[in-house]
T-cell receptor, first 112, second 115 residues
Framework: KQEVTQIPAALSVPEGENLVLNCSFTDSAIYNLQWFRQDPGKGLTSLLL?????REQTSGRLNASLDKSSGRSTLYIAASQPGDSATYLC???????????FGRGTSLIVHP | NAGVMQNPRHLVRRRGQEARLRCSPM?????VYWYRQLPEEGLKFMVYLQKENIIDESGMPKERFSAEFPKEGPSILRIQQVVRGDSAAYFC?????????????FGQGTRLTVV
């Protein structure tokens, strides 16, 4: 059974910092890994999808990497802004039904 | 192309009543996933459906909970005889095919409060 862990659970940084969010998973037979953002009281917004054959994906100030052999993915946020404040979740489908298993998220606060 | 639509956004039920949560997937999506998010906890998988079929319901409680995705219309998550512990945010996601090759798109959720 896939287990996903996200570290740190919470992070508070000043505006402008570059930061790394970590996601680790136990089942390396992962098909892909998806990063989401969730604002308080809202749904999940997809940020990046990395297929198992890829090593990284980039979208604007976001860069996500995937290392299946070590069971890890990282989300790199460059030049953080207060608008980046949210909870960031990673999820990867594995197993026969391809059901995504979620980590508990990293709660990020970027203060001006 | 509208996103995944869930309604109602907020639902208040008294203990013992029934709650019906609706999810309309994105156009062209035939796969629907329901998740529950309790306060201070992560998203927990409940059930995975394709049109007229339940593919995986391993995360759904055996009693009081049921889900369907008919040929026409939205997917419905039904909770009978609600209890306080059912209070949570319920999210659905949809995809055009199985998630080995594509990404999931989530709705805004239904926040159920049982009083």
């Amino acid at each position: 059974k896939q287990e996903v862990t996200q570290i740190p659970a919470a992070l508070s940084v000043p505006e402008g910092e570059n930061l790394v969010l970590n996601c680790s998973f136990t089942d390396s037979a992962i098909y892909n890994l998806q990063w989401f953002r969730q604002d308080p009281g809202k749904g999940l917004t997809s940020l990046l999808l990395i297929q198992s054959s890829q090593r990284e994906q980039t979208s604007g100030r976001l860069n996500a990497s995937l290392d299946k052999s070590s069971g890890r993915s990282t989300l790199y946020i460059a030049a953080s802004q207060p608008g980046d404040s949210a909870t960031y979740l990673c999820a990867g489908p594995s197993g026969g039904s391809y059901i995504p298993t979620f980590g508990r998220g990293t709660s990020l606060i970027v203060h001006p | 192309n509208a996103g995944v639509m869930q309604n109602p956004r907020h639902l208040v039920r008294r203990r013992g009543q029934e709650a019906r949560l609706r999810c309309s997937p994105m156009k062209g999506h035939s796969h629907v996933y329901w998740y529950r998010q309790l306060p201070e906890e992560g998203l927990k998988f409940m059930v995975y459906l394709q049109k007229e079929n339940i593919i995986d319901e391993s995360g759904m409680p055996k009693e009081r909970f049921s889900a369907e995705f008919p040929k026409e219309g939205p997917s419905i998550l039904r909770i009978q005889q609600v209890v306080r512990g059912d209070s949570a945010a319920y999210f659905c996601a949809s995809s055009p095919e199985g998630l080995s090759n594509t990404e999931a798109f989530f709705g805004q959720g239904t926040r159920l409060t049982v009083v």
